[in-house]
């Protein structure tokens, strides 16, 4: 099992692009292999080790790293690629774990 997680940071408008990710990453889950699809924003903490500075995030899981790539190279993933990063999304970083 893989996980896949991906932390955006949104550009300005912030609020207004917030709600579009969060509309848009969930075309994602649609894609074949995707298991375990969860998206949000941060949670305000506290504690100085919790990093909230991010806008929305998602994490998914796969069987192994061929439905992984399956997913990189799906055309509904690409597509939101073009739509999202770059343009709603200035920032994001990207996080798989076995």
């Not at 504690?47 to 509904?76: C, K, N, W």
Request: glycine letters at 6%.
């Amino acid at each position: 099992m893989l996980t896949h997680v991906v932390v955006f940071w949104a550009d300005a408008p912030v609020e207004e692009n917030r709600a579009k990710l969060l509309e848009g990453v969930k075309m994602l889950e649609s894609i074949p292999g995707v298991k375990n699809f969860r998206c949000g924003g941060p949670v305000s903490s506290p504690r100085g080790a919790v990093d909230d500075s991010f806008t929305v995030a998602i994490s998914m899981d796969f069987d192994d790293a061929a439905a992984l790539e399956v997913y990189q190279v799906h055309p509904t993933h690409k597509a939101f690629i073009s739509e999202y990063i770059g343009s709603v999304a200035k920032r994001f970083v990207v996080y798989d774990y076995a």
